[in-house]
């Protein structure tokens, strides 16, 4: 019988339970921040339970951490959960990327630059962006404080398992549109609720052209579009990625035959499918409160449908048939889990090269990881960014939600690489439009927002 890649990932992982109800899986890889996790160790204590499998468990902390100077944390609720986590770990016996050492970053970057994000894993996180890991052809996904405590003592986890579901992406992408775009377009087409319920496949021609970091960036955001998971089965590209990292398998050899078996196969029928092609596909920019608030930087943003797109053009002080190059920018930030690699900083320099940030702009860079840090700065990424007039921090969350020292003020316009344009997201009354580190890059130097297609045309014909 014709199996799709989710129902192979998903079979491997059955521990107990009958189809069709909820079954108990086996937990590969459990991820934990500083956020999220303090009440499910005081609930292994008050039990007298110990972590299952704490060489299978592995922890940053990211939400928190300044990064100006990442030890100088004046919030006493973010030290104390900072300090909670090590001594967690310590009682525990746990891994954890400690606070400044060389591994620490996005705990959604951290499996993957280890090499402990792999496919066939069933891997998962307090944190609704574990999705991301679905680019290594993993099953990934967010859980909650309650459930976080149950992987940490039996690792393994009830789960009733969601319908399947293909996106087909088609098309040849245009210079300096990407991945992000792709993502965006797709929740803007089919909005935030189209994949509640399921768990959702991404192929096709243009799927197998990104690369693994875009790929990432992809799956982070399967969650904005409602799906529990989003996944990429594994190829050639994902293979090379994993190998020669700390956390790769030693046999790799045998893993990668393994791993080649982790496809849909012919003949295999989704629950729901969904189609985009990106051939004409624009740059996209978020105009409202929700990702599906998105349109094409060259279009103008849509007319009032309901109730929501009145709240949402109320808060953000804009109004329908305007253009996002009318949007009054204050601020650029890039970075977050979503476009902090170093895939992301090396375009956005691409973009900075040899120009000044606009001076109505505050522009912020923010590497995902030290590994990025570190090899951004051996590339001489960092200069070019301090040259033109952006402020190069040290990793972590940073800017993409408000739980630490970077915040965008009250009704400032942002221009923002995350995932997330809710209301308050990045701060209190903060207006957040979501879109790629190379138009963000952009809008920093034009001071507004612009088609990076046509500026950069622009600039080479000087």
């Known amino acids: 019988m014709a199996k799709t890649l989710f129902d192979k990932l998903w079979e491997r992982h059955v521990v107990a339970g009958d189809e069709g109800e909820a079954q108990l899986l086996y937990v590969d890889l459990h991820l934990f921040h500083e956020v999220t996790s303090p009440q499910a160790f005081e609930g ?48 525990f016996g746990i891994e954890i990327a400690g606070h400044g050492a060389e591994n620490q970053g996005i705990i959604h970057m951290c499996g993957a630059e280890t090499g402990r994000s792999q496919p066939g894993k069933l891997i998962v996180c307090g944190d609704s962006h574990t999705a991301t890991h679905g680019a290594f052809g993993a099953l990934a996904f967010g859980i909650g404080t309650s459930e976080v405590e149950h992987v940490f003592a039996t690792q393994t986890i009830w789960q009733t398992k969601p319908k399947s579901m293909g996106i087909k992406i088609t098309g040849k992408l245009a210079k300096y549109v990407t991945a992000k775009d792709i993502i965006l377009a797709l929740i803007a087409k089919f909005g935030v609720d189209f994949g509640v319920g399921y768990a959702a496949e991404f192929f096709g021609e243009t799927i197998e052209a990104l690369s693994m970091e875009e790929r990432l960036t992809i799956c982070n955001m399967a969650i904005e579009g409602g799906a529990k998971m989003g996944f990429i089965a594994p190829d050639d590209k994902t293979f090379e990625y994993v190998k020669g990292r700390e956390h ?153 939600l408000a739980m630490n020292p970077d915040k965008v003020p009250p009704k400032v316009h942002a221009a923002s690489t995350t995932n997330r344009n809710f209301e308050g997201r990045q701060g209190k009354d903060s207006r957040t439009h979501l879109c790629s580190p190379v138009t963000a890059a952009a809008a920093a130097i034009a001071g507004k927002f612009v088609d990076v297609r046509e500026f950069m045309a622009k600039e080479q014909a000087k």
């Open 248 to 400: 790769a398998p030693k046999n790799f050899d045998e893993a990668v035959a393994d791993w080649k078996t982790l496809k849909t196969d012919d003949g295999a029928q989704f629950d729901k499918l969904l189609e985009l092609d990106v051939t004409d596909l624009a740059p996209y920019v978020t105009w409202g409160t929700n990702p599906e608030m998105g349109v094409a930087i060259d279009k103008p943003f849509p007319e009032v449908k309901d109730i929501n797109d009145e709240r949402a053009y109320r808060y953000m002080g804009m109004q329908a048939g305007q253009y996002a190059f009318e949007i009054p920018l204050e601020m650029v930030f890039i970075g977050s889990c979503t476009n902090g690699r170093l895939s992301d900083v090396t375009e956005a320099a691409k973009i900075v090269q040899g120009k000044k940030v606009h001076p109505n702009i505050t522009a912020i860079i923010v590497p995902g990881s030290r590994p990025v840090k570190k090899a951004a700065e051996k590339l001489g990424l960092d200069k070019v960014f301090i040259d033109a007039g952006f402020e190069w921090r040290e990793p972590g969350c940073s800017m993409c």
């Open 44 to 91: 292994l204590r008050a039990a007298n339970r110990k972590v299952r499998r704490p060489d299978l468990t592995f922890g940053t902390m990211d939400h928190n951490t300044p990064t100006k100077d990442i030890f100088d944390i004046r919030d006493e609720i973010s030290k104390k959960q900072i300090d909670t986590l090590v001594k967690n770990a310590e009682d």
